[in-house]
């Protein structure tokens, strides 16, 4: 399939741990967002890549959160020392340089 | 999966019937605007967008109107099946490749 993939789909840690959430675009897409939906919500924006580097990181929370896109194409979200209030769901999208945004699947994150 | 729309306003409606959805946006500078529809242990998935240039673009089965002048932005689907039922969310941004603002989104359950 040519989509937004997304991997793992489901992580489970503790609270205190570090995580990593992979994302691989749609190829030939320059640019990659993410943002994360809690239950019954909209997805809330965290970071957006341009290339290799990150155009916009206003929606992270804290420096807890960190995300990389080193060769512009695969992007990896990474939470230290998570809380349970960074249980969600992560979803990342990709787009062309303008226009719709296709999203993959998303990762659910739950922190005991 | 995750279960996404829980305590969100619902729309019931017959199969066979038009449905409208509608939206409130928040930012007047926003001139892209997109509804997605969500599945449950999904992400978004791509409906219809508009620019702000138009205030009405149509669709295979599904109408979106915007009414820049009180930020409304609404939703039509024609001839409902049970296959819509999902949660349905708005977006907004500005000029099509920033990061998307979610409204809150509507759940469509489609009676057969």
């Known amino acids: 399939g040519a989509g937004v993939s997304q991997t793992p789909s489901n992580k489970v840690t503790e609270k205190g741990k570090y995580v990593e959430l992979r994302c691989d675009p749609i190829?030939?897409?320059?640019?990659l967002y993410w943002y994360r939906q809690s239950l019954g919500q909209g997805p809330e924006f965290l970071i957006y890549?341009?290339?290799?580097?990150?155009?916009?990181d206003s929606g992270l929370p804290n420096d807890r959160f960190f995300a990389v896109r080193p060769e512009g194409s695969v992007s990896t979200l990474k939470i230290q020392r998570t809380e349970r209030g960074d249980s969600a769901v992560y979803l990342c999208a990709s787009s062309l340089t303008s226009g719709e945004q296709f999203f993959g699947p998303g990762t659910r994150l739950t922190v005991l | 999966g995750e279960s996404v729309g829980l305590h969100l306003p619902t729309l019931s409606v017959q199969e066979g019937d038009n449905s409208i959805i509608n939206c409130a946006y928040s930012n007047s500078a926003s001139d892209y605007f997109i509804w997605y529809k969500q599945e449950s242990g999904k992400g978004p998935q791509f409906i219809i967008d508009?620019?702000?240039?138009?205030d009405k673009r149509q669709g295979q089965r599904v109408t979106v109107l915007l009414n820049k002048t009180v930020k409304h932005l609404s939703l039509q689907i024609a001839a409902t099946q049970p296959g819509d039922s999902a949660v349905y969310f708005c977006a907004e941004s500005r000029s099509g490749n920033t990061p998307l603002v979610f409204g809150k989104g509507t759940r469509l359950s489609v009676i057969a």
């Open positions: 190829s030939g897409h320059t640019a």
């Open positions: 890549f341009q290339g290799t580097g990150a155009a916009d």
């Open positions: 508009i620019r702000s240039n138009m």
